[in-house]
T-cell receptor, first 112, second 110 residues
C-alpha cells in the first residue's frame, strides 16, 4: 500500500503571498488531518476532514483553510503569508481520526 | 495549551540502556497514542493504548496507562542508535481532534 504523499516537499514564499499544499492519503482512508510543526509551538492541530466535511478546526486564523475532495485527497491553503507561518506542515490519514495515524513526510514552508 | 505534556524534554542514554518517558494529560480520553519522529520527518505510529487497558507491549516498547493519574509512560528497552528520535504522545480528549505533547528528544550514544 502506498503511503501518504505530500506535495510539494519544500516551498519558499514571500510575505503576503498565498500557498496551497496537497496531501494524498492512503487508499481507503477517509480521515485526513493537518498539523503545523514549529520549534516554538510544537505540533499544532490545524483541521480534520472526513468524507469531505471538516469535523474540527484548531486555533488558527481564517487565513488557514482546507478542503477534501471526493477521492479523500486534501489541500490546505494559507493566504497572506506571514513570517511566522514558516513551519513543517504535516498531513496524516487514517480510517478514523482516533485510530492509528499515518503521516506524510511533510511540506517544509519557508516564508521570507 | 497542549493536552499532553511529555517529561523529560530530553534524554541521553548509552546504547543498550532503557529509556523511559512520561506523558501527562488533563482531561478524560478514549485512547492514547505514542509516535516517533526522526529529525524533521513525518511521525511514525508506535502504539495505541485504550483507556480500559493498563499496559501494552510491542517489540522493545512497553506502554502503561494510569487513567486515575492521567498519565502514561513509554519504555524502550535495550536502546539502539536507531531509536534516536523525538517521541510524542497524542490524546483524543476532544472530538475529532488529536492533541500532541511537546515531545521528548531521545539521544542514544554509541
Amino acid at each position: 500500500k502506498a503511503g501518504v504523499t505530500q506535495t510539494p516537499r519544500y516551498l519558499i514564499k514571500t510575505r503576503g503571498q498565498q500557498v496551497t499544499l496537497s496531501c494524498s492519503p492512503i487508499s481507503g482512508h477517509r480521515s485526513v488531518s493537518w498539523y503545523q510543526q514549529t520549534p516554538g509551538q510544537g505540533l499544532q492541530f490545524l483541521f480534520e476532514y472526513f468524507s469531505e466535511t471538516q469535523r474540527n478546526k484548531g486555533n488558527f486564523p481564517g487565513r488557514f483553510s482546507g478542503r477534501q475532495f471526493s477521492n479523500s485527497r486534501s489541500e490546505m491553503n494559507v493566504s497572506t503569508l506571514e513570517l511566522g507561518d514558516s513551519a513543517l506542515y504535516l498531513c496524516a490519514s487514517s480510517l478514523e481520526l482516533t485510530y492509528e495515524q499515518y503521516f506524510g513526510p511533510g511540506t517544509r514552508l519557508t516564508v521570507t | 495549551s497542549q493536552q499532553g505534556e511529555e517529561d523529560p524534554q530530553a534524554l541521553s542514554i548509552q546504547e543498550g540502556e532503557n529509556a523511559t518517558m512520561n506523558c501527562s494529560y488533563k482531561t478524560s480520553i478514549n485512547n492514547l497514542q505514542w509516535y516517533r519522529q526522526n529529525s524533521g520527518r513525518g511521525l511514525v505510529h508506535l502504539i495505541l493504548i485504550r483507556s480500559n487497558e493498563r499496559e501494552k507491549h510491542s517489540g522493545r516498547l512497553r506502554v502503561t496507562l494510569d487513567t486515575s493519574k492521567k498519565s502514561s509512560s513509554l519504555l524502550i528497552t535495550a536502546s539502539r542508535a536507531a531509536d534516536t528520535a523525538s517521541y510524542f504522545c497524542a490524546t483524543d480528549a476532544e472530538d475529532y481532534k488529536l492533541s500532541f505533547g511537546a515531545g521528548t528528544t531521545v539521544t542514544v550514544r554509541a
